[in-house]
């Protein structure tokens, strides 16, 4: 399984990479919107396709909603989760990252238990991976 | 720090036993900040002593309030998933089918805890049905008073529902309480809460076509199981369903069950012909 | 907007999204806890904006050395590894982030965040729009502010006045 993290936080990225490298991610980083569009598309080419995004709200130069929106609207990245990490936590926010395309929604602060939680009913936590 | 090592490991084990939830070493601060005030309730000097009562004389009451302590904030929507899954994707289909169309559908959840089973119930059957509030009637009963408090107010923390519930569905079926969320009026008022001990007989209740009766079970010797399950099948319709928690059977325990394969998981049916 | 930050928002608030936000970002066990102690002679505050019906900051104010502490704790690094002024300013930053994130979420009406800010002084903010919760972790001067945007030059003006 494989991951990219989407935060201008390093600490964030750091943490959230830690927990997923812990459930058996392959996890790669980019610190905002554009940078994440380039990684996938970088990554693309050289066959490494992410299984799941975990996207911050507010970054720099592209934010999480707008880099929603472009992954949605890319075919390529049909088979890509999108979930949202973000402390952007209103009912009317959570709605909207949703309706861009975002398939969850985690809000910090979070439990490793809370990011477990969600992938294993997305599906995505790999086989075997000890309690 | 009062806690003893000895007692940091018995309580250790017993949350690992009954919740699967691990307590790392470093944890001791938790097992002592949560369980002081249980142990000042009981006039006791400091949480070694509590737990040294409790280990010596185990009754179900105190090892369940110990868990729970412990576990606040870990209990997750949708626990396990199957046994949700199976009411909207097995269960439901059929009880319609057996039901008049006026009938209502009585739904028991069993150890109710904060209230996240009976709302992710509520929730579900909300999604599958429109007219849910008015055919369905979710009874949550708890041994603790404050179990029952919480599940009646329907509110959560952000800790808390962030624990396997899916977003589409918290934005569907809540509103922002304050820094937490609570769950819309019109589920609120599917699910009726109350004090139930299971280790004695029930107050008039059912008949049930669903019982939830999860991870609570584990809390009591042989003979005190084999007699929650008669009273519980006494109180369920012949065509009822049994949800055990994931890694409990009635295989030993109660042969009045017949097991019965539902997705990736299993539900328990009484026997015909009792 | 015009009611203020107290009318929306209390300390009891501001506490219990501390503590939700204290064991899971600094770490187990960790907490902020509201017992005043006597601030120190250098402080850094981390801050975000809120921009919607209310227009104010969620400032976090400390001293340095406890900004080096709870960017280590945040971090989880360990001796040797020490942390420089980017680990600081994004550690803080982050902190604020989710405080002010979730403040945020308790005020009525449709918000966004700004991006996270440090520095030596605190953003100057309306006198009579504060919500402060005065505190300590591990010990140590910690305050948590909710302030609102100051409005008119004058205000500003009274405040720098010297005693």
């Known amino acids: 399984m494989r991951a990219l993290v989407i935060d201008d936080s390093r600490a964030m990225r750091r943490i959230v990479g830690s927990i997923l490298t812990d459930l058996g991610f392959e996890v790669r980083e980019a610190g905002d919107g554009r940078q994440a569009l380039d990684a996938l598309e970088a990554g693309g080419k050289e066959g490494w396709v992410p299984d799941l995004c975990c996207i911050d709200w507010n970054m720099p130069v592209m934010d999480g909603l707008q880099f929603v929106s472009a992954a949605r609207a890319n075919p390529g990245y049909r088979q890509v989760t999108l979930m949202m990490v973000t402390t952007e936590s209103e009912t009317g926010q959570i709605v909207k990252a949703l309706a861009a395309g975002a398939h969850e929604y985690l809000i910090k602060p979070f439990t490793a238990d809370a990011m477990r939680d969600k992938l294993a009913m997305l599906g995505l936590l790999p086989e075997g991976v000890a309690l | 720090m009062t806690l003893t090592a000895t007692s940091f490991d018995w309580v250790r084990q017993l949350v690992h036993r009954e919740s699967a939830i691990v307590l790392q070493p470093g944890k001791e601060y938790l097992v002592e900040a949560r369980l002081l005030p249980m142990a000042q309730q009981r006039g006791l000097a400091g949480v070694s002593e509590l737990v040294e009562a409790v280990r010596t004389r185990p009754d179900p009451a105190s090892t369940r309030r110990i868990v729970e302590a412990l576990t606040t904030n870990e209990t997750s929507w949708f626990r396990d998933g199957d046994p949700f899954m199976a009411l909207t994707g097995t269960v439901l289909p059929q009880l319609l089918a057996a039901r008049g169309p006026n009938e209502r559908l009585n739904i028991w959840s069993a150890a109710s805890s904060s209230g996240q089973e009976p709302y992710t119930i509520a929730m579900l059957l909300s999604d599958a049905m429109p007219d849910a509030p008015n055919r369905v009637s979710i009874t949550a009963t708890d041994l603790s008073r404050e179990m029952v408090e919480r599940t009646r107010a329907g509110r959560f923390s952000q800790l808390e529902i962030n624990r396997g519930l899916p977003a589409p569905m918290l934005v569907r079926h809540f509103t922002r309480a304050g820094n937490g969320w609570e769950i819309s009026p019109t589920l609120r008022k599917m699910v009726h809460a109350s004090e139930c001990n299971l280790a004695v007989p029930f107050p008039r209740m059912g008949p049930f076509d669903v019982v939830y009766l999860r991870n609570v079970l584990i809390y009591f010797d042989l003979a005190t199981k084999q007699a929650i399950l008669q009273r519980v099948r006494q109180i369920m319709r012949p065509d009822g369903w049994l949800f055990l928690g994931a890694a409990e059977t009635t295989l030993g325990v109660d042969d009045n069950w017949e097991r019965v394969v539902v997705g990736r998981g299993s539900a328990y049916r009484p026997r015909k012909g009792n | ?163």
């Open chain 3, 1 to 163: 907007m015009s009611t203020p930050i107290s009318e929306l928002l209390d300390a009891e608030t501001v506490q219990s999204i501390a503590d939700e936000v204290w064991p899971t970002l600094v770490g187990d066990g960790e907490a902020f806890v509201p017992l005043p102690v006597a601030p120190p002679a250098e402080a850094v505050s981390a801050w975000v904006d809120i921009r919607g019906p209310w227009n104010g900051s969620v400032v976090l104010t400390c001293a340095p050395a406890t900004a080096a502490a709870l960017t280590e704790s945040v971090l989880m690094t360990r001796p040797p590894t020490v942390v420089d002024d980017e680990d600081v300013k994004d550690a803080l930053g982050e902190l604020a982030n989710v405080l002010g994130g979730n403040i945020k979420s308790v005020l009525p009406g449709e918000s966004r965040l700004g991006l996270p800010q440090i520095g030596s002084a605190p953003p100057t903010g309306s006198l009579d729009d504060v919500c402060r919760v005065a505190g300590q972790w591990r010990g140590q001067f910690l305050t948590i502010t909710v302030q609102g945007a100051a409005v008119a030059p004058h205000a500003e003006r009274i405040e720098e006045k010297p005693l």
